[in-house]
């Protein structure tokens, strides 16, 4: 009686009295040691472009009777893999490069596509069809308890959690990440610091509006509404706008160039003038030249005045003239009933807008009544009128 063999791995069945003197041997290599290929049998399978039959032979090794198959090499178009039309089960690994696929199908069946490059599956079939757990991809899967990783954890798009749920670093979840469904928060508890590093570092709006710029050995900025206002720089600081504090702190003795006095000049008169109805120049005048574009001048005038009423009341007016340029009013001396012996004082910050000489006047009239400046009746010396320049520096 001859040899048959078996219908899923082809394992011989030697017939009754056959194969005197052998059949040992015939058992071992036909039937043992292709069960030990069957149960853990590797093997490696070539491909790149033309499609490849897995080889099939009864009673000898063959690629198909392999638990353990692995696809290799680079793949210069899509390949088809076609296994025996028999039951069995496989572990198959895709261990090949180049953008195509492998599809696996059953002699005579359906193909369906292998698993992803680098990656392994297992497959059942049935002769007909192909059946897969695809390890890649895992859907809805769900742990109770906890799940403990060696190595590297991929992720093919996103980490999905909910409000509330706590990502956890270090031994003693020193730093956690979290939305507790108000405010996204990031706690550091461990005893070291929470460092952010990077060439540069900004922190932006959820619309993508500048808040903060750090720049390595460069500056740090501070935005308002996307406008740069705070800036540090090799020597200090750079503010944008206006500073205000509701203290300062030291005796200010090391600052430069806050609110500081270039220089002052004055000059006085005490010669009588009497006042029309018109303006018209006073004897007050005194011309500085300013050191920088943007300094101003503070102008004081301290002017002794005679005023007597007549049917009204007395009343003289002043304003200021920055060389030909009318600064508009600045003071005014009156009484009611009677002479008045006053002396007004008025002042006027002024930003010339250049490094030049710019000469400064009063301009005076009266209103009502009799006015003079520095009427003969006045005391010598006491009496003077003067004007003070003083150029400031900010």
């Given at each position: 009686m001859a040899s048959t063999y078996t219908s899923r791995i082809r394992l011989e069945k030697q017939g009754d009295g056959e194969n005197p003197n052998s059949w040992g041997l015939i058992l071992n290599q036909n039937v043992i040691d292709l069960i030990d290929e069957a149960i853990s049998g590797y093997e490696v399978v070539s491909v790149s472009s033309v499609a490849v039959s897995l080889t099939t032979i009864n009673g000898a090794t063959d690629q198909a009777r392999n638990f353990g198959l692995s696809f290799a090499g680079?793949?210069?178009?899509?390949?088809?893999?076609?296994?025996?039309?028999?039951?069995?089960?496989?572990?198959?690994?895709?261990?090949?490069?180049?953008?195509?696929?492998?599809?696996?199908?059953?002699?005579?069946?359906?193909?369906?596509?292998?698993?992803?490059?680098?990656?392994?599956?297992?497959?059942?079939?049935?002769?007909?069809?192909?059946?897969?757990?695809a390890f890649e991809?895992?859907?809805?899967?769900?742990?109770?308890?906890?799940?403990?990783?060696?190595?590297?954890?991929?992720?093919?798009?996103?980490?999905?959690?909910?409000?509330?749920?706590?990502?956890?670093?270090?031994?003693?979840?020193?730093?956690?990440?979290?939305?507790?469904?108000?405010?996204?928060?990031?706690t550091d508890s461990g005893t070291g610091s929470l460092l952010l590093r990077g060439e540069d570092v900004a922190i932006q709006s959820d619309d993508g509006q500048s808040m903060a710029t750090f720049t390595k050995d460069g500056a740090t900025t501070l935005f308002y509404d996307d406008s740069a206002k705070l800036a540090t720089n090799t020597g200090g600081v750079t503010v944008t706008g206006i500073v205000s504090a509701t203290s300062f702190a030291g005796d200010g003795t090391t600052l430069s160039n806050v609110g500081k006095t270039v220089q002052v000049l004055q000059s006085n008169q005490a010669s009588a003038l009497g006042l029309g109805t018109s303006y018209a120049t006073t004897n007050l005048s005194q011309a500085i030249t300013t050191s920088?574009?943007?300094?101003?001048?503070?102008?004081?005038?301290?002017?002794?005045?005679?005023?007597?009423?007549?049917?009204?009341?007395?009343?003289?007016?002043?304003?200021?003239?920055?060389?030909?340029?009318d600064l508009?009013?600045?003071?005014?001396?009156?009484?009611d009933g009677g002479r008045l012996h006053t002396m007004v004082s008025m002042q006027y910050l002024d930003t010339p807008g250049s490094a030049a000489t710019h000469t400064y006047t009063l301009y005076a009239k009266k209103e009502n009544g009799s006015v003079d400046l520095h009427d003969s009746d006045m005391i010598a010396e006491a009496s003077k009128s003067f004007i003070t320049c003083t150029e400031l520096t900010y």
């Open positions: 680079e793949l210069t178009a899509d390949v088809t893999v076609t296994f025996p039309a028999q039951e069995k089960i496989y572990f198959v690994n895709n261990a090949t490069s180049g953008a195509f696929n492998i599809f696996l199908k059953p002699f005579g069946g359906t193909a369906v596509t292998a698993t992803g490059q680098g990656t392994s599956t297992i497959i059942a079939t049935d002769g007909s069809t192909i059946n897969q757990v991809e895992v859907n809805n899967l769900t742990i109770t308890t906890s799940l403990a990783v060696s190595g590297e954890t991929t992720l093919a798009s996103h980490l999905n959690m909910g409000d509330g749920d706590i990502i956890k670093l270090g031994d003693s979840a020193d730093l956690t990440i979290q939305h507790d469904g108000s405010n996204s928060v990031i920088s574009a943007t300094n101003k001048v503070l102008v004081q005038f301290n002017v002794y005045t005679d005023t007597r009423s007549d049917a009204t009341v007395g009343k003289a007016v002043f304003k200021l003239y920055r060389d030909a340029t508009g009013y600045i003071g005014s001396a009156a009484c």
